[in-house]
């Protein structure tokens, strides 16, 4: 017996680097992050990973300045606009635990950010040049920023 699945739409995972940019970035435009993902993520649902959420405390907690008020904006962010928060594979967990020592501190996240997108067929939104070319190379649709002020959907890789 043949049973249909529901239609579930695609996720589209947030990076901090993407929440926090309101905050942390160098425009001379302001770009209003809650529309901007709003009408590029139509037909997707948004999410962060848990561990996009710690990435975010510990900014928070760690750093002074900017850093931390874009860590402090990127948070309430995410609770104002009521994004869920996807839990990460432990499997994933563990596999980059034990590749840590080969990663500089930030590539952690986004290894994490990068496997979970491929395990899940989801697409990424982000501002960090290196994993968008990472997630390029591994088949994976990127949401990213273009000329300071525009936010693309780039699904087809080439």
Known sequence: MNKKTPFRKRLL?????????????????YINIENALFLVSEGMQLAVLDSTIEELEIIQSKKIGKK?????????????????ILKVDDDIREEVKKKAKELRKWEISDEILARMAKRLNAAVATTDLELKEKLRKMGIPVLYLRGKKWLLFEPQVY
């Open 13 to 29: 995972l947030i990076d901090s680097s993407l929440l926090m940019l309101p905050v942390s970035g160098r425009r001379k435009k």
């Open 68 to 84: 931390k008020l874009a860590a402090d904006f990127a948070l309430e962010l995410i609770k104002r606009m009521k994004i869920p």
